[in-house]
């Protein structure tokens, strides 16, 4: 399974093969298009946390990319590849849960349509929950 190749990024692999057998979704690997040289991973997942609300069920975007390439681009050009695919299947919306020091995964997530939708503790610790519909069809709502 591939989404669309992007300038900088080379083709993205699946990895996480149980979240693609049994949701349709998961992982992919960025890898740098010139030297196939690893730069991060990239996708979605239900990891099925416990916090209020319950998000099971919706995909939940996450990345990281080797500090060695990071402010190069990687990250945006991935996520920007990811959420278009989401775009064409059957969700309404997906979520991403950001640490509120680090600034740069949330600049990402508003460049790809993640709103702030409230401020929650996972696992302890201060989190921003980011909602972005789909562009099929209508959101869920920002709690759901």
Request: proline share 6%; glycine share 12%; aromatic share 8%.
């Amino acid at each position: 399974m591939t989404i669309p190749r992007a300038r900088r990024c080379g083709p993205i692999r699946t990895s996480s093969a149980g979240h693609w057998a049994l949701l349709g979704f998961g992982y992919w690997a960025i890898e740098e298009k010139a030297t196939g040289a690893f730069v991060g991973e990239i996708g979605f997942a239900d990891f099925k946390r416990d916090l209020d609300p319950a998000l099971r069920g919706i995909p939940e975007g996450g990345w990281v990319v080797t500090r060695a390439q990071h402010g190069k681009g990687f990250g945006t050009e991935a996520a920007r590849a990811i959420v278009a695919w989401s775009d064409m299947r059957a969700v309404e919306e997906t979520i991403c849960l950001v640490d509120p020091r680090n600034a740069a995964s949330i600049r990402l997530a508003e460049k790809c349509g993640y709103r702030e939708a409230r401020r929650l503790e996972a696992n302890g610790l201060p989190t921003i929950l980011f909602v972005r519909p789909c562009a099929h069809g209508p959101a869920l709502g920002p709690t759901a």
